[in-house]
């Protein structure tokens, strides 16, 4: 599976962005995907995820309340609409899919990756 993230770039504090995701290699129908983030020096962590089905999402703290993880499964495209942005926000954005795990936030446990987008907030 290859995941192709697109949508990154940079926005002011406030604004909104929406990030894609397009698998290729099997059937995208077939995959839980999620969102995770990573600073330079920092861990990757966890941001939103969603279900094969779309029945259920599951968003990080930081984010919540601002954002929405979405699916197209005619498409093969998830997004993820990040609203009221703030500096800290600031980070690399990565698509994961996995085909057993919906809702893990722990990197380790998602299976296939994307090489990441680039989103930056300036205050």
């Known amino acids: 599976v290859q995941l192709i993230e697109s949508g990154g770039g940079l926005v002011q504090a406030v604004a909104s962005l929406r990030l894609s995701c397009t698998p290729t290699?099997?059937?995208?129908?077939?995959?839980?995907m999620a969102w995770f983030r990573q600073v330079p020096g920092k861990w990757r962590t966890f941001v939103a995820s969603?279900?094969?089905?779309?029945?259920?999402?599951f968003y990080a703290h930081s984010v919540k309340g601002r954002s929405t993880v979405s699916r197209d499964n005619s498409k093969n495209t998830m997004s993820l609409d990040l609203n009221s942005l703030k500096p800290e926000d600031t980070a690399i954005y990565y698509c994961?899919?996995?085909?057993?795990?919906?809702?893990?936030?722990?990197?380790?446990?998602?299976?296939?990756w994307g090489q990441g987008t680039q989103v930056t907030v300036s205050s």
């Open positions: 290699g099997r059937p995208f129908s077939d995959l839980n």
């Open positions: 969603i279900d094969k089905n779309s029945r259920g999402t």
């Open positions: 994961a899919a996995d085909y057993t795990r919906s809702f893990a936030q722990s990197p380790d446990l998602w299976d296939y």
